[in-house]
């Protein structure tokens, strides 16, 4: 296997344990201890099933993009391998940053917001490195595959990591006023990704 | 790697993942604070132990189910990447129903028909989610890999998904009445698939 | 991808997820709550050391010889589909078996007694199931790679076979008298299999 | 699959398993018992951050020269396969001895000290069999791919060898006197190898 298709499938194991480790951000109500129906129990829970779809979205949406970047490439260097392992440290934290939204989420004041900037940000950081890995390959030709123009990459790179960092800096702003509606901006934007980005491939 | 065998690669991580989770539900009692004997703490847990091995057995024939399926592919596109993400969010979801279900099978009443519920609710979304697949790949003949016959995969499409939905939206009306019946359901069905569905191939 | 690569990516897929798993079983002394220096706590905590180089050693062996068993297949067919879901079933129940074994390895009496016959237990039941998958193996022809001998297959079953379910048995019997003795039992078995059972190959 | 890239497979996969668990180590402070701002509680597990951070650099490390030792090889041999279990068991090791060091950071006097030895000491113990590994594969020119320089390797095992041992060794020694300065040491070296070791390739 080539180097880059083993940090792709390195970056593949990583995102689907991320994706799949997202179901322990949800808790089962003690038996002993629960008071009133259950039913109410697990309504009450309802943030931790919206972060869970919503978190999942983007996750699979990250592993999405991850690959039709790494189709690009014939070779990775240091850098790109470093860049590569900041985006995995990132969003490997987006379990934690999951369970901390949706257990704030209700919250309401200074403790809600906290939790949706957490969120956010990790977001924000998440596209910054993307960004990065992307933008640094499009400054390196070398790295690219045979048959793919340099000059596309980099124009790709402005439109995909601009839009990217906008959106997510957006959710940022939005969680210094609501913590709901930065869940639902996630969510907007994992289904817009899901319906726009992913393009028809064999 | 095409998109289409990358897809599979990915579904196979998270399947493996959410099955191997599945031992996290198997709790250990406390030492220091259990009283009486070990082996009747340990024989008081046989809701886990039961919910387990069922659950076990349901991902293992999504498993099969999904590859037989994404063996009739020559390409994905977006709504089939999509509708795959839905059908993998459920499936992830497993251990936690599958440890709400344990946790609450013998609690008798409604928080025992909550549960009960809840497990063959996810498990009627998963069988939606995969129909939906199935059924999208049987009206769109691009997507299959040639010599996959279109009409044979559109009739294999509505025995598969009308039994599938008819036996989960069963266990859905079983939870009504009874969680231990209920399991019981889950637990034949998934028996039934693994001896009838799974066909001999090199 | 064949039927039978696929069944054996699954399954190193499980193997790889249930042997890291066994690190949640190590746990960390809650700083608020410690009396006395760490470095006792943590020496009291051996047992839970010594399960998890035990039970590594074992899923590790049992990855090497799975390996050796799907490696005569040229496909595989319901049944043995079914047998290795089993043996899966089993190998993924082993953090749980290592943690429980852990708890009460120095518990003495009926408890310890019982957490060590659940972990031979567990594991006489995984070599029954690696048994009754190699035998059907080799009882089925039609199943192994071309310039298989059926007939050399036949006679390492029953070596393989009666060897470890004889050692595992044993260690049942152990398990009924002491503890910490069925730990050293498995750690031996392991060690003999690591430098015995493992053959050079390319 | 050669048993060479089933052993590299497998191994990637209890690696990225690993890595992708560390962030099991971020808790999330509990709503209902949290006293003053979450900002401020979030703050003051400062050192679990700082601990994921650099435990993920060095799994990250890990795996990077995990396959460029498996790149030399052509076949492994029963103890080459035992030796890489022993390093897989160690990093498999490393999600608990973080989660320990971040909690006994701060935590000053002995139980600090004894924590930064834990986590120093697992890295020590994680470099000796690296070493082994590599030293014994020098050792051992059959085993080599057709064109890997066996007189090269030697060399390179010395270097290599030495120079992680002696990193690690004084890790150890930092540990002894403090700990933050051990999560630094253990940072820097990450870093240091990050930019270093890792080569260009594709």
Known sequence: MSETRRTEAFSDGVLAIAITLLVLDLRVPVRATLEGS???????????YAAYVTSFLV????????HAVFELLAMVDRIALFLNLLLLMLVAAIPFTTSLFAEYLTAGGARARTAALVYSGV????SVAFASLYSYIGRH???LAPGVDADAVRGSVVR????????YLLTVVI????????LIAHLVIALYYCFRQTRATG
């Open 38 to 48: 259950l039913a109410d129990a697990l309504g009450h829970e309802w943030p931790a």
């Open 59 to 66: 996750v699979g949406i990250i592993w999405v993009n991850h």
């Open 123 to 126: 977001m924000l950081g998440m």
């Open 141 to 143: 030709p070398a790295l």
């Open 160 to 167: 995909f990591s601009v839009v990217g960092l906008a959106l």
């Open 175 to 182: 969680a210094v006023f609501s913590a709901p509606a930065t």
